[in-house]
Nanobody, 114 residues
Framework: VQLQASGGGLVQPGGSLRLSCKASGFVFRLNDMSWYRQAPGKQRELVALISKGSFPEYVDSVKGRFTISRDNVKNTVYLQLNNLSPEDTAVYYC?????????WGQGTQVTVSS
């Protein structure tokens, strides 16, 4: 299993970013996919999940601002981040639990600062 995340960067408060995670090594369309984030000094937290049936779920702090989606042809999961605030600064990781094992992407840094 390989998860290759990209799309992070430095953005001003109120700005937007789109994260991508290209997956390989498993049948992407048959698995739920998630995005987590870890801010400095904090535990890693679940941000959003999209089921294999494309039903999304979000942590309360990002509802209405972030959108998770997937493309089962491109084997890619996306996270659209809108109206970003400094509290969203973190390393963002894509994740899949495949055959009972946790699989993480390498992470992509999102920094929200003026």
């Amino acid at each position: 299993v390989q998860l290759q995340a990209s799309g992070g960067g430095l953005v001003q408060p109120g700005g937007s970013l789109r994260l991508s995670c290209k997956a390989s090594g498993f049948v992407f369309r048959l698995n739920d996919m998630s995005w987590y984030r870890q801010a400095p000094g904090k535990q890693r937290e679940l941000v959003a999940l999209i089921s294999k049936g494309s039903f999304p779920e979000y942590v309360d702090s990002v509802k209405g601002r972030f959108t998770i989606s997937r493309d089962n042809v491109k084997n890619t999961v996306y996270l659209q981040l809108n109206n970003l605030s400094p509290e969203d600064t973190a390393v963002y990781y894509c994740y899949v639990n495949y055959r009972g094992r946790n699989n993480w992407g390498q992470g992509t840094q999102v920094t929200v600062s003026s």
